[in-house]
């Protein structure tokens, strides 16, 4: 399979989640991935560009890559206006953030680049049910 690449940029909002997982799920609707996958990697995108809304951050850029091992889905966002996040939401929803992420993604980083931050989320492609 030749490797598939989606990029897209967006304006942060309270929208902006339900925008990307929206986004994820055209986008591999056109590739041979299980639905169950698909729905796993449009949540994984939607809590990175939550967690970048969440800090301040004004843009996104989203970079969606498919190849036959994996799925990864990677978010740039900056300038961060704050470490803390400015929502006012508790500090629960980065326990549970973090919780979502380690039990869907098979490999996941994140940490300050320049003004902002990268955070990416890969996940092993499954062989097809029968």
Do not use: Y
Not at 52 to 81: K, Q
Not at 97 to 107: E, F, K, Q, S, T
Request: hydrophobic letters at 40%; charged letters at 30%; aromatic letters at 4%.
């Amino acid at each position: 399979m030749e490797p598939c690449r989606a990029i897209r940029g967006i304006v942060l909002s309270p929208r902006a989640p339900s925008e990307i997982r929206r986004w994820v799920g055209e986008v591999l609707e056109l590739t041979d991935i299980d639905r169950d996958l698909v729905i796993e990697v449009a949540t994984l995108a939607s809590e990175l560009v939550a967690d970048a809304t969440d800090h301040g951050s004004d843009e996104a850029s989203i970079r969606l890559t498919v190849d036959d091992a994996t799925v990864c889905v990677e978010v740039f966002d900056a300038p961060r206006r704050s470490m803390i996040p400015l929502s006012g939401r508790d500090e629960g929803v980065r326990t549970l953030r973090h919780l979502v992420l380690r039990n869907i993604a098979d490999g996941w980083k994140s940490g300050e680049l320049g003004d902002g931050h990268f955070a990416s989320c890969q996940v092993t492609r499954r062989a097809a049910p029968n």
